[in-house]
């Protein structure tokens, strides 16, 4: 279960939504509503215990082991068809940032006076992200 976790695309967009709403409490609290001032332990701790968990995990699953990688854990490529299905998923999120970047670019110079602007863009961008590979992975499943 742990593994499945670590491996849901709406799992880091979760967190991704998260992270960005702790950035913008903490480095905006003037400037952003009081319900976006978020303690940061709010994911650390969360984060804290499913790292704890994992060596719990790999006692007990010692055949699916959650191994730490710099490859993305949803790039589940096990076979021919998990990576054409992960090659088309892939592909759709970079026509989405090679397309969104520069609208990112002008909303970002023409909303200038949104201090905290450019962190809702990026966690919007990184949630759309995970969101799109994920609705690619389920169209094929």
């Known amino acids: 279960m742990l593994k499945s976790i670590y491996q849901s695309p709406i799992f880091n967009a979760v967190l991704l939504l998260v992270f960005g709403m702790i950035m913008l409490g903490n480095h905006y609290s003037d400037d952003v ?13 969360p984060i804290l215990i499913l790292i704890l968990a994992i060596p719990l995990h790999n006692m007990k699953n010692p055949k699916n082991k959650v191994k730490p990688t710099l490859i993305p854990m949803e790039f589940k490529e096990q076979d021919e068809g998990l990576q054409w299905i992960t090659y088309k998923a892939t592909r759709k ?3 989405f940032f090679a397309s969104f ?7 970002t110079a023409y909303l200038n006076h949104i201090p905290y602007f450019p962190v ?17 992975h389920k169209k094929h499943k």
């Open 33 to 45: 509503p009081s319900w976006l001032n978020v303690d940061p332990l709010v994911l650390g701790i």
């Open 93 to 95: 999120v970079y026509i």
């Open 101 to 107: 970047l520069p609208i990112a670019i002008a909303l």
């Open 120 to 136: 809702i863009l990026l966690t919007g961008m990184a949630i759309v992200q995970y969101l799109v590979f994920w609705l690619e």
